[in-house]
């Protein structure tokens, strides 16, 4: 159960290890860094992402025609972009869904300041699911007598703006031309818009991400309808998550969404999860306008700038150029 020997160079080498079962095997892959004695060639620099960042930031705004994934109906929905400018190569794209009374650019300096450090930010605004601030949602069942159809709802519209969106990134006719990287995709939601990370969490083979933000959001299992036996239409949330990549964000003071509603998503996670307490954030001051509330001890600009220091922290830990 050793790995023993003295090393002859410096540098990163990876390897597979076999854990074996009974019949059954499992590979455990190992990255190992080897330094100097002296340390000399580590690097000290504690990388921050709180401050704007080299790239300046290009933001439209459009409306996209989609198919819900979830329950088949059209959608037509306005999608923000804000992405790095010359950034010479396809870049990592976070899909991005908004709370229950935000709007889909009620976000829009929280998501340059995650663009400015090289990522592309989408965020749909979906009023079909459930309520914003500027409007009344489309579907009132969803939005009103089964809150947790609404978070299916706007997983399966994100996954479908997803879809639209790499089909223009490889159409060479079109603006976003190789403008996102299929390879590196990530999804954030805010509140309810969290609770639709959750319902994708557990189809994430199917969708291609590579990591799941969670700010403030619903835990999916608060929900009995989404408990065996499972009450139609919604699907089965089960009790583990599967293993991805998660970055799990709760605000100290949350005035919305008060323990246990997101404090225990961490609780059950399994695979690279990590839990953070924005201690003095409230629910609200991430965005750009709304009022706090809960007891806020830290100002919105302290607060998003953490959060989005998080968050472009966590994508480039996991993705993959």
């Known amino acids: 159960g050793l790995v023993a020997g003295t090393p002859s160079e410096t540098g990163s080498f990876n390897a597979t290890f076999n854990a074996r079962t009974g019949n059954t095997t499992y590979p455990l892959r190992l990255e190992v860094t080897i330094y100097r004695a002296d340390e000399k060639d580590q690097n000290r620099a504690t990388p921050s992402f709180l401050t704007t960042g080299p790239y300046g930031v290009e933001t439209n705004s459009f409306l996209m025609d989609l ?91 994100v996954e479908a703006m997803s879809d639209a969106l790499i089909n223009r990134s490889n159409d060479p006719s079109d603006m976003y031309f190789l403008a996102f990287d299929a390879e590196n995709l990530f999804m ?82 399994s695979g690279p999860t990590t839990q953070v307490t924005l201690y003095g954030g409230v629910h609200n001051l991430i965005s750009d306008s709304h009022q706090a509330e809960g007891n806020a001890k830290i100002t919105r600009q302290q607060e998003t700038s953490r959060v989005a220091d998080w968050i472009v922290c966590f994508v480039k830990r996991w993705a993959t150029s």
């Open 67 to 157: 198919t819900n994934t979830f329950d088949n109906r059209a959608v037509r929905t306005r999608v923000r972009i804000a992405r790095p400018r010359n950034l010479g190569r396809p870049a990592p794209l976070l899909l991005f869904h908004r709370g229950r009374g935000f709007d889909e650019d009620s976000y829009t300096r929280f998501h340059e300041l995650i663009a400015s450090h090289g990522i592309a930010v989408a965020s749909v605004e979906d009023a079909y699911s459930f309520a914003g601030s500027s409007f009344s949602a489309e579907n009132s069942f969803y939005d009103w007598n089964r809150a947790e159809l609404g978070m299916f709802s706007a997983s399966g519209v």
């Open 188 to 269: 954030a939601g805010h509140s309810r818009g969290g609770g639709a990370v959750h319902a994708s969490h557990h189809r994430n083979f199917e969708l291609r991400l590579k990591g799941l933000i969670y700010l403030m959001a619903f835990d999916m299992r608060y929900f009995s309808e989404v408990r065996a036996p499972v009450s139609a239409p919604a699907d089965e949330i089960p009790t583990a998550q599967p293993r991805l990549p998660s970055l799990i964000i709760t605000a100290e003071n949350d005035g919305d969404l008060t323990y246990p509603i997101c404090d225990q998503l961490i609780d059950r996670a």
